[in-house]
């Protein structure tokens, strides 16, 4: 259990990690920079983290408690619209966070394990999972495509655009990407657009 000034030591040592990292880059930021930057001693980052790629696998939990924070705490309407905004909570927080930030972040997640990839998603995919089932159950969604497709589809279409949208900022808007895709696999979840329309929904046109 952390004290309070562990705590906020901590903290400080995530927060300066992610504005070094977008502002400066992953490889150029050091750890020097981050604990001058956090104003902690070398010897305080390392008892709390391994290295940098130790810092950002604590964020990607940090987010994970942060977005089943804010599904729990969402009025339920439709599922398609707990879905969109929960997706949207994500996209401001990668926008806030920055492209470069995003892009270490996918990167770290890519050539980690297993385990720290599938904590990254879990938050997300459960989520995805309870909203594709339970509509199905209440006759949002059509039950002629499994929810466990639907969800994959959707997961695997917000993480190629997320990381579309980190590599090559200045070419797409996330949100406006990500809502016209998603919108379209919610319609063709409710079966307003015929299904063959899925393998279309990977191709994207710069702005």
């Known amino acids: 259990m952390l004290t309070k000034k562990g705590t906020e030591s901590r903290r400080k040592i995530i927060d300066a990690a ?16 981050i604990c001058r930057s956090a104003g902690v001693a070398t010897g305080t980052f390392y008892h709390y983290f391994k290295s940098k790629q130790d810092v950002i696998t604590a964020y990607i939990h940090e987010e994970n408690e942060a977005v089943l924070e804010f599904y729990h705490k969402l009025g339920r309407t439709t599922f ?30 890519m050539g980690s394990s297993r385990q720290t990839f ?18 199905q159950r209440q006759g949002e969604f059509t039950s002629s495509i499994s929810a466990g497709l639907l969800c994959d589809i959707t997961a695997s279409m917000f993480f190629f655009f997320t990381s579309l949208w980190s590599s090559q900022p ?15 696999v919610l319609e063709i979840a409710r079966g307003s657009l015929p299904q063959d329309q899925l393998k279309d929904l990977s191709t994207v046109e710069q702005e």
């Open 170 to 184: 200045e070419d797409y808007s996330l949100h406006e990407l990500l809502d016209a895709k998603i919108s379209a």
């Open 18 to 33: 992610i504005a070094l990292i977008d502002a400066k880059g992953y490889d150029q930021t050091t750890m020097p920079d």
């Open 118 to 135: 599938t904590e990254n998603a879990y938050a997300w995919m459960q989520i995805l999972s309870e909203s594709f089932q339970e509509g």
């Open 80 to 109: 398609s619209e707990t879905i969109c905004k929960v997706m949207h909570f994500k996209l401001d927080i990668y926008q806030a966070r920055g492209p470069e930030f995003v892009r270490q972040m996918v990167a770290v997640l």
